[in-house]
């Protein structure tokens, strides 16, 4: 059992501060175990968002030491005795009370999502998917929303363009959709226009942070951002669509 | 004073300036870090925060690890290949030795055989600089080849979709780091500007050429696997001269190598072969598809081990040519 230092933010969305607090810690400890000690033996007010304690249910998220993580899933023994750590809200989003954030911005975005659409069903009206078809999309089904990528993506982190970026998070759910083997809604335009694909500049912190691990990156927003380039910024594409529908055209005629 | 001479006052110049200034910007950035750490470790009270203690600006930040250290020799890394790469295209001279042609000369459009040397004049594309381009030539810049041809792969990194991601943090600092301050946008606008973020909506709107970028990226592995098999003969007389095999050819088939295993983990490559299909399943062309697609994305996860590896490598087989060049290295071989 060792003695840690830690600086947690107090307070509310008009004033706070960090506010020091001594405690011991035990092997295997995780920084929301620690956080639950303190607030059971020192701060009984302090306000804190959690459920699972596995690391699946996304809402123990905050900044330690400035990095956005699941206190969950912060083991302790990454830290040294003599470090002081700092426990914070996520930046991105307003001070609710102490550590817990006001994330409503985040399910407006979702609403702006174009829901699951399926095409013409097989001729014995069943609906069928190959597994490589599925996995691809899967991966993106693992998000816990737990809104880390969102807090460090820079673009509303620091330039706080909610107004035109729905953020790292809706960009992989559009794509799980979009990507999806049996839906036929068109999303492209939104994805560019409404959902800001372009503000992105593929700096990759989403990925970093995910606790899922999900590429979100490579496997989301940049195939997305080549499926707007297929359709806006690609002149032999545009092209190929113009004759092959002068030919469909002639054709029906 | 001969070529030997100035290469290794060059040589010796490039590596002070960028080893020395490599040091100055890591003391710079070690103390700026150090005063990071301070600042966290300070009472709150005497540094601006939001409603949530975060510090905000650029470079700011309550991380403690050495977050700087990825953008500083990312940064520092790639900024010692584009000195040697400017340094090397400048020359003009040493790029071609017995069967061997430098990657940054390749193509050789033209030859200037005036040079030291210079290709033999049937290795180039064009034949000998024509007057006109003599006439508009600028003064100072020496008759390399090198110019006409390096915009090409210069112009598929940049727009590289990890390039960017590491320019835009080391260069850019945009941002500099995962939850480190962002270069502010109304600094880039001026001090009374309202300009807002724009990312790649704006003036990198020109980064969606990309695909066409690795178009041109392709014809080059093409054209340097075509270099690595001439220089498998000797004087580069294909099926005519005597055939061996020098570590010269080794290098140049290297080359190609570690550059396709960078072009075709390409994250265009990948949405063109298969990504931009929502099914994979059902005849084979899809089956042919979905094949092409779990291959580039295996190089596309190795992407930025590749992209490195294979930028080295291109500067490492001119600076062989090069040296054998200009008769400092011997190069071993069969001939």
């Known amino acids: 059992m060792s003695e840690y230092t830690f600086q947690i933010w107090r307070g509310d969305s008009s004033s706070g501060e960090f506010v020091e607090y001594k405690t011991e810690v035990d092997d295997g400890m995780v920084v929301l175990d620690v956080l639950h000690r303190i607030q059971a033996q020192q701060a009984g007010d302090m306000a804190l968002r959690w459920n699972c304690k596995a690391g699946k249910c996304g809402s123990c998220g905050m900044e330690v030491n400035g990095k956005p993580q699941l206190a969950c899933m912060t083991r302790m023994n990454t830290y040294l005795e003599q470090d002081v750590i700092t426990v914070q809200p996520l930046k991105t989003f307003p001070v609710i009370k102490d550590l817990v954030c006001d994330v409503s911005w985040n399910y407006d975005q979702n609403l702006k999502i174009k829901p699951f659409k399926p095409g013409t069903p097989d001729p014995d009206g069943r609906y069928r998917m190959s597994q490589e078809d599925v996995d691809r999309v899967q991966e993106f089904r693992k998000c816990i929303e737990c809104y880390l990528c969102q807090d460090v993506c820079h673009v509303l982190r620091d330039h706080n363009r909610k107004d035109v970026f729905v953020g790292p998070r809706f960009m992989i759910r559009a794509a799980g959709l979009d990507m999806h083997p049996l839906d036929v809604e068109d999303r492209i335009p939104d994805i560019r226009d409404e959902f800001g694909s372009g503000y992105c500049n593929i700096t990759r912190c989403c990925t970093d942070v995910c606790p899922e691990n999900i590429i979100i990156t490579d496997n989301a927003i940049i195939p997305l951002k080549e499926r707007v380039a297929d359709r806006y910024y690609d002149p032999i594409i545009w092209l190929s669509n113009k004759v092959s529908g002068l030919f469909q055209n002639a054709s029906k005629s | 004073m001969d070529n030997t001479q100035i290469f290794t006052i060059a040589v010796v110049a490039i590596a002070v300036f960028t080893i020395g200034g490599g040091i100055a910007l890591a003391i ?7 005063l990071i750490i301070e600042t966290v470790s300070a009472p709150r009270s005497d540094i601006v925060q939001d409603h949530g203690g975060h510090v905000s600006g650029l470079g700011e930040t309550m991380r403690v690890d050495k977050w700087w250290i990825e953008p500083l020799w990312t940064g520092f890394g790639f900024l010692c290949f584009v000195a040697y790469a400017n340094w090397a295209g400048f020359q003009g001279e040493h790029y071609w030795h017995g069967s061997y ?18 290709a033999p004049l049937e290795h180039a594309w064009f034949g000998l600089w024509p007057d006109w381009i003599r006439q508009i030539w600028p003064p100072f810049f020496p008759t390399s ?21 590491f320019y835009y943090r080391s260069y850019f600092l945009s941002p500099p780091g995962c939850a480190v301050g962002a270069m502010p946008s109304n600094i880039v606008a001026g001090p009374t500007g309202t300009k807002q973020y724009k990312g790649e909506t704006a003036l990198f709107i020109f980064q969606n050429i990309h695909r066409y970028t690795w178009y041109l990226a392709v014809v080059y592995i093409v054209i340097l696997s075509w270099d690595a098999f001439i220089s498998l003969w000797e004087g580069g007389h294909v099926f005519s001269g005597r055939m061996g095999v020098g570590v010269g050819s080794i290098v140049l088939f290297l080359n190609p190598l570690l550059l396709a295993t960078y072009t075709f983990g390409c994250h265009s490559c990948r949405h063109l072969v298969g990504g931009r299909k929502n099914s994979f ?19 596309n996860q190795r992407h930025m081990l590749f992209a490195w590896l294979s930028m080295i490598w291109v500067g490492f087989s001119d600076f062989y040519v090069r040296m054998c060049s200009m008769g400092i290295i011997n190069d071993i071989n069969t001939w």
Do not use: E, M, N
């Open chain 2, 28 to 34: 710079s950035l070690y103390q700026a870090h150090r």
């Open chain 2, 101 to 118: 042609l430098s990657p940054f000369y390749s193509p050789v459009l033209f030859v200037d055989l005036s040079r030291v040397g210079a």
């Open chain 2, 145 to 165: 080849p090198a110019w006409l041809i390096l915009a090409g792969p210069l112009a598929f990194r940049l727009t590289c979709y990890y390039y960017r991601k």
């Open chain 2, 281 to 299: 399943s059902g005849k084979i062309g899809a089956r042919i598809r979905f094949s092409l697609w779990k291959k580039v994305t295996w190089l």
